[in-house]
């Protein structure tokens, strides 16, 4: 069975660039998760979607993030300008079923470093 | 306000020898509490549920136990390897109608030869 695909691997760009990650999550699975994961620390959730709907998108920080989910599938995170503190994991993670019971498969993620 | 912390931050052991990790949580409701390994450059991978009713599992050499009343968890990695080096983080779901999942830190494992 085939994983979480992320592209690209590593990212670098200077502040107030914009920048996207792409992620094609397991095939089958409708909730897909975007979560950035700084150095030393937990990841965070960033955008969950159901399917081709937001489900939570409640710590994105929208005035510079934005998240597609076009036909329930891929998925896209761009990030217009990059700030300094944006230099972080970006993991994208899918699962068969919100529920109770939930398994999360995370891709291997994209590394962003802004200069 | 949900919380999961997890100690110690960081551990270095010798190969072969055991540790044990800790998550401590707030989560209210629970549901259920997972465990996953993050290897360095890679995605955490999920190594076993723990739900309310459960109070031991064991994975090969990972046995995780749930104490839901003190509301703690515990990792206990037996004669460990080098490749049991990586970031071990603890997930807990708070289920019902306010679904959510609540990660902790992370704690990062070290085992020298």
């Known amino acids: 069975e085939a994983g979480v695909a992320q592209s690209p691997r590593y990212k670098i760009i200077e502040k107030r660039q914009s920048v996207a990650f792409w992620c094609n999550p397991i095939?089958?699975?409708?909730?897909l998760y975007w979560y950035q994961q700084i150095l030393g620390q937990g990841p965070k959730l960033l955008i969950q979607f159901q399917n081709n709907g937001v489900v939570d998108d409640s710590q994105l920080p929208k005035d510079r993030f934005s998240a597609e989910r076009l036909k329930g599938v891929d998925s896209t995170l761009k990030i217009q300008p990059a700030k300094l503190e944006d230099s972080a994991v970006y993991l994208c993670?899918?699962?068969?079923?919100?529920?109770?019971?939930?398994?999360?498969?995370f891709g291997s993620g994209t590394q962003l470093s802004v200069l | 306000k949900n919380q999961v912390e997890q100690s110690p931050q960081s551990l270095i052991i010798l190969e072969g020898k055991n540790c044990t990790l800790q998550?401590?949580?707030?989560?209210?409701?629970?549901?259920?509490l997972r465990w996953y390994k993050q290897d360095t450059g890679r995605g955490p991978v999920s190594l076993t549920i723990?739900?309310?009713?459960?109070n031991t599992k064991s994975n090969g050499r990972y046995t995780a136990t749930l104490d839901a009343d003190t509301k703690q968890s515990s990792l206990h990695i037996t004669a460990s390897q080098l490749s049991d080096s990586a970031s071990y983080i603890c997930?807990?779901?708070?289920?019902?109608?306010?679904?959510?999942?609540?990660f902790g830190k992370g704690t990062l494992l070290t085992v020298n030869p």
């Open positions: 998550c401590n949580y707030t989560v209210s409701p629970f549901s259920n």
């Open positions: 723990m739900t309310f009713s459960e």
């Open positions: 095939s089958g699975h409708a909730t």
């Open positions: 993670a899918s699962s068969p079923e919100q529920g109770k019971a939930e398994k999360l498969f």
């Open positions: 997930v807990v779901n708070s289920g019902g109608s306010n679904y959510k999942l609540t």
